[in-house]
């Protein structure tokens, strides 16, 4: 009998757990510093975590728009 093929895991399939960080930490918390605030241990992962909504909306805009590109105005 053949071997199933596993599924491809998709961004959407992707637990939050298990996402990796789409921002430069040290480049955020500088600029947070700059602002004369300190950053929290859970700001960084907030931060990516809004990231990745952004592009999940602007991929859906793209595909909507029948395009493969994901340009400037679908963010």
């Known amino acids: 009998m053949a071997k199933k093929k596993k599924a491809r895991k998709t961004s959407s399939a992707r637990s939050k757990k298990n996402r990796e960080v789409l921002v430069v930490a040290s480049k955020v ?6 602002q004369g605030m300190n950053t929290s241990g859970e700001a960084i992962s907030s931060i990516s975590e809004r990231v990745y909504s952004m592009l999940d909306e602007a ?15 679908d963010i």
């Not at 918390?29 to 700059?34: E, F, G, L, R």
């Not at 805009?61 to 590109?69: L, M, Q, Y």
């Open 29 to 34: 918390k500088a600029y947070i510093k700059d």
């Open 59 to 73: 991929t859906a805009r793209t595909v909507a728009n029948g395009r493969k590109t994901l340009k400037a105005q």
